[in-house]
T-cell receptor, first 113, second 114 residues
């Protein structure tokens, strides 16, 4: 069964600090992995995409890593800002007959001043 | 170009009523999928439509139904509402080919059942 697990479930950090969110998946056959940011009451927005051959990708202060061997990904946020307060959802897509998507339950990040 | 548009953004219903939510995908996109999001369950897949045909369905009761029109706009309907149906309902359109596919989400419809 395809599964995506995220940790921690929630996290509180001080503004300016760094943090790392984790995602473990058992999706096969693997197509890509995306990290989405979801502000409260809004729709999720894609931050990064990782394909099988990629192991690091950055988008501003966000850096995603992928280890396809261990089926793990991480999202590192540098110099956090209050606007980073959101839920971060790991989404893994497989390459079945038509695209299939498995969602993690998300990590709720709160950045406090 | 316009993104995925969902209406209404907020609505309040009472138990036993029914509700219809609308989703207009990005222009030219024919795939529309619907998700229910609750605090404890995360995003749960409801169904997916492509060119007016439902091609995948999640594990929800028959009270949840949907359809897609020839212009790719989609509606979902929930009949005989229950308190547990209170959630954010998200619509998404799939785009891309190969291993770069992406789901673009709308802002959601927040349903509260009293």
């Amino acid at each position: 069964k395809n599964q995506v697990e995220q940790s921690p479930q929630s996290l509180i950090i001080l503004e300016g600090k760094n943090c790392t969110l984790q995602c473990n998946y058992t999706v096969s056959p693997f197509s890509n992995l995306r990290w989405y940011k979801q502000d409260t009451g809004r729709g999720p927005v894609s931050l990064t995409i990782m394909t099988f051959s990629e192991n690091t990708k950055s988008n501003g202060r966000y850096t995603a890593t992928l280890d396809a061997d261990t089926k793990q990904s991480s999202l590192h946020i540098t110099a956090s800002q209050l606007s980073d307060s959101a839920s971060y959802i790991c989404v893994v897509m497989n390459s079945g007959g038509y695209q299939k998507v498995t969602f993690g339950t998300g990590t709720k990040l709160q950045v406090i001043p | 170009k316009a993104g995925v548009t969902q209406t209404p953004r907020y609505l309040i219903k009472t138990r036993g009523q029914q509700v219809t939510l609308s989703c207009s995908p990005i222009s030219g996109h024919r795939s529309v999928s619907w998700y229910q999001q609750t605090p404890g369950q995360g995003l749960q897949f409801l169904f997916e439509y492509f060119s007016e045909t439902q091609r995948n369905k999640g594990n929800f009761p028959g009270r949840f139904s949907g359809r897609q029109f020839s212009n790719s706009r989609s509606e979902m309907n929930v009949s005989t509402l229950e308190l547990g149906d209170s959630a954010l309902y998200l619509c998404a359109t799939f785009t891309g080919a190969g291993n770069t596919g992406e789901l673009f989400f709308g802002e959601g419809s927040r349903l509260t059942v009293l």
